[in-house]
């Protein structure tokens, strides 16, 4: 017999560092690769900053499906292996890396026939609207790395074996560093394609680190065997990942409607508030990541021990990754209250983006431990497969208040418009803790111990 895979077994505390760490990690590099990406653009001109800003929802949505595929894989294939059902696990895995190729030749298609319209709903400029859709094109024609990627940390992070996902993300990150300026400025006899190789710096990155995990886990992966012969898709196994993962998608896709409504209000006032929300996102992605990294490794944890029934672990390591989550959020909190100038600078702010920006950030920043509960309770009904529930508070979060009350607080200032930040994730937290609290005991019971 197997021996039981660590999620089963480890103490929890010791269990929430060995796999969240290097997830955590990797996804803080992956953020700093973003902030580079844009602190580069950025020194191009203002135009090619807003015209990026503007082609990031996009991103955002691909990320989206990719994640939403990754979580339902992620959840079903560890619950199949907490339940020791090999062969099961296995097809989840080949089924899983069918769908993100369906994925990614769906967004193919769309970028290459809409990404123009797209950015011209948002400025007439015909230079924003050039770069913009060139940066489109590329991201999602070769969106094939971004798909593929997911699903192969996906397989990584579910049987546990964290540190490869590491590796994969650490492989692109340093890639797209190392490209971005040879491919925006043309160095070492490359030609300089602005906005464009920027994207081709990102791409080039992804399929690369694509490959790699891939290539771990037909090599490294022991707990889960990928067989394309013979392959034929199974509509049940389909479903049920898309039964799962869709919340997720859902609510991830959320921040790129949210991208998209904020830019439309933050036009009318100006280019540099457009910019400068482009830039707080990245800088803010760099908090979130270590939280988002945090939530993936959650999933599996909490789905393996659900598939174990084991109530006393599902408990213990929520209980750890919520104090972990509000250490990490409260030190990113105190960081941009202290330090908005300085990491505006990074990205060659000008004196009207700092007018417009510190206020901003130091607002905002008010409500970033109340998203870190709310993330990570959402994780934890996800990993107990429950993402309607979690898709209930990312829409509070990032959509229902989120948007009306910017919409509304517009109509007073701009400054008044970053408040519906913190009343957005106060109600996200209000109904993160319910809603948790609900599926615990309708799924757990009552026994404080173990579930029957």
Known sequence: MAAENKMGTMPEGRLIVTMSFPIMLSMLVQALYNIVDSAFVARISEDALTAVSLAFPVQLLMIAVA???GVGVNALLSRRLGQKRQEAANAVAVNGIFLSVCCWLVFAVLGLLFGRQFIALFTDVPEIIQMGT??????????CGV????????????????????????????????????????????PALGTTGAALATVISQIIAMAIGFAINVHFN????????GFRP???????????????????????VLTVGLNRILMPFSQTAVSFYGVYYKLQNFLFMPIYGLNNALIPMIGYNFGARNRRRIERITRYALLLALGIMAAG???????PVPLLRLFDASDTMLTIGVPGIRIISISFCFAGVSVILSGCMQGLGRGNESLVVALLRQ???????????????????????????????????????????????????QMS
């Open 134 to 143: 060139g940066y489109i094109t590329v991201v999602s024609v070769a969106s």
């Open 67 to 69: 994640t939403g595929t």
């Open 147 to 190: 798909f593929l990627l997911f699903v192969a940390e996906r397989l990584m992070q579910a049987t546990g074996n964290t540190v490869y996902h590491m590796v994969t993300q650490l492989i692109g990150a340093v890639l797209n560093c190392i490209l971005d300026p040879i491919m925006i400025f043309g160095l070492f006899g490359f």
């Open 333 to 339: 909190s105190a960081l941009f209250e202290l330090l």
């Open 399 to 449: 959509l229902a208040v989120i948007l009306p009350a910017a919409a509304a607080l517009s109509r007073i200032s701009l400054s008044a418009v970053w408040f519906s930040f913190p009343i957005a994730e106060a109600a996200g937290l209000l109904a993160a803790v319910l809603l948790h609290h609900h599926v615990l005991r309708q799924l757990l019971g009552s026994q404080p111990q």
């Open 234 to 256: 199974d509509g049940k196994i389909l479903g049920e990942i898309v039964r799962i993962g869709l919340p997720a998608a859902l609510q991830q896709s959320l921040m790129s």
């Open 222 to 229: 022991h707990d889960v065997r990928i067989h394309i012969r």
